[in-house]
């Protein structure tokens, strides 16, 4: 039998309770000190300013850079023309879909209806339905997404709001960041970008399949606005405003996006 060498401390063994004892110290030092990090992190944010400007504000700004980082990727996608796939008119459903009407299921009394557009002096614009479709027409054929998780290949008609907005005079309205739509009775409302509201195949439209739209689908004069998901697309509208601040948009205070761009 070999001595044990004098030279070699034997390793001291650590005890089941000591073992635990380190294993809790340094799990528990590890928790801290990552707990401290996350903490410090969170009041950062928690305590930074508030945007209160910007496409959507009201958010802490760290957060905002982030988020504005990929929307102004996606604004300058469209912005620079570019335009939403679409479809030859065989391809449109001829039984389109129809889903919530929040301020666009009432009767509509279609004579006394006007298209409300409040300028930045005030004024306000009260335009009837055949001064819009004395404008030219264009027919668009997309696909409508809604956020529900369908969509469907659509036909349109209706004016372009660009052109909308040159035959009104709204040079000075569209210097502005936002437009807001609202129904009549003011239940449902939409707050848009104006790059997007502004994109070339955005339409106010009077018709689908090259009919009157029906009061379903948001009679007598709709938003499509193919560079976001349908919530966006406003059935029935009454007023269109625009401003500097974000509007207050129905979808975003459920919390929904509120950008909501494809
Ligand atoms: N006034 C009004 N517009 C609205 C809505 C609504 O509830 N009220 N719903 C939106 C949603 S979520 C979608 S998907 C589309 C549906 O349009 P459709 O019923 O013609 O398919 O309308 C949008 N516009
Ligand atoms: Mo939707």
């Given at each position: 039998?070999?001595?044990?060498?004098?030279?070699?401390?034997?390793?001291?063994?650590?005890?089941?309770?000591?073992?635990?004892?380190?294993?809790?110290?340094?799990?528990?030092?590890?928790?801290?000190?990552?707990?401290?990090?996350?903490?410090?992190?969170?009041?950062?944010?928690?305590?930074?300013?508030?945007?209160?400007?910007?496409?959507?504000?009201?958010?802490?700004?760290?957060?905002?850079?982030?988020?504005?980082?990929?929307?102004?990727?996606?604004?300058?996608?469209?912005?620079?023309?570019?335009?939403?796939?679409?479809?030859?008119?065989?391809?449109?459903?001829?039984?389109?879909?129809?889903?919530?009407?929040?301020?666009?299921?009432?009767?509509?009394?279609?004579?006394?209806?006007?298209?409300?557009?409040?300028?930045?002096?005030?004024?306000?614009?009260?335009?009837?339905?055949?001064?819009?479709?004395?404008?030219?027409?264009?027919?668009?054929?997309?696909?409508?997404?809604?956020?529900?998780?369908?969509?469907?290949?659509?036909?349109?008609?209706?004016?372009?709001?660009?052109?909308?907005?040159?035959?009104?005079?709204?040079?000075?309205?569209?210097?502005?960041?936002?437009?807001?739509?609202?129904?009549?009775?003011?239940?449902?409302?939409v707050g848009l970008d104006m790059d997007?509201?502004?994109?070339?195949?955005?339409?106010?439209?009077?018709?689908?399949?090259?009919?009157?739209?029906?009061?379903?689908?948001?009679?007598?004069?709709?938003?499509?606005?193919?560079?976001?998901?349908?919530?966006?697309?406003?059935?029935?509208?009454g007023m269109i405003s625009f401003s500097?601040?974000?509007?207050?948009?129905?979808?975003?205070?459920?919390?929904?996006?509120?950008?909501?761009?494809?």
């Amino acid at each position: 039998m070999n001595k044990p060498d004098k030279n070699i401390k034997p390793k001291k063994e650590l005890t089941i309770d000591q073992k635990i004892n380190r294993r809790n110290f340094i799990s528990f030092g590890t928790f801290a000190v990552l707990g401290t990090a996350a903490y410090g992190g969170w009041r950062k944010l928690y305590t930074s300013p508030i945007e209160k400007l910007g496409i959507t504000g009201e958010a802490h700004k760290p957060l905002r850079r982030a988020l504005n980082k990929s929307e102004l990727f996606f604004r300058n996608f469209f912005s620079n023309n570019h335009l939403v796939k679409t479809y030859p008119k065989s391809m449109a459903a001829k039984v389109v879909r129809k889903n919530t009407s929040i301020g666009a299921d009432s009767r509509l009394d279609a004579a006394s209806w006007r298209l409300q557009v409040k300028k930045i002096t005030g004024e306000v614009l009260n335009i009837t339905i055949d001064e819009i479709k004395a404008l030219p027409k264009t027919d668009l054929v997309f696909d409508f997404k809604c956020v529900e998780g369908w969509d469907q290949i659509q036909h349109w008609g209706g004016v372009k709001f660009i052109d909308f907005v040159e035959h009104f005079g709204l040079e000075s309205e569209i210097k502005l960041d936002y437009v807001g739509m609202e129904t009549p009775d003011k239940a449902y409302y939409v707050g848009l970008d104006m790059d997007s509201a502004l994109h070339p195949q955005t339409i106010l439209a009077y018709e689908m399949n090259d009919a009157p739209i029906p009061v379903p689908h948001g009679a007598p004069l709709r938003l499509i606005i193919p560079v976001k998901y349908g919530i966006k697309n406003l059935k029935r509208i009454g007023m269109i405003s625009f401003s500097n601040r974000r509007p207050h948009d129905y979808w975003a205070e459920q919390g929904y996006d509120y950008y909501s761009g494809l």
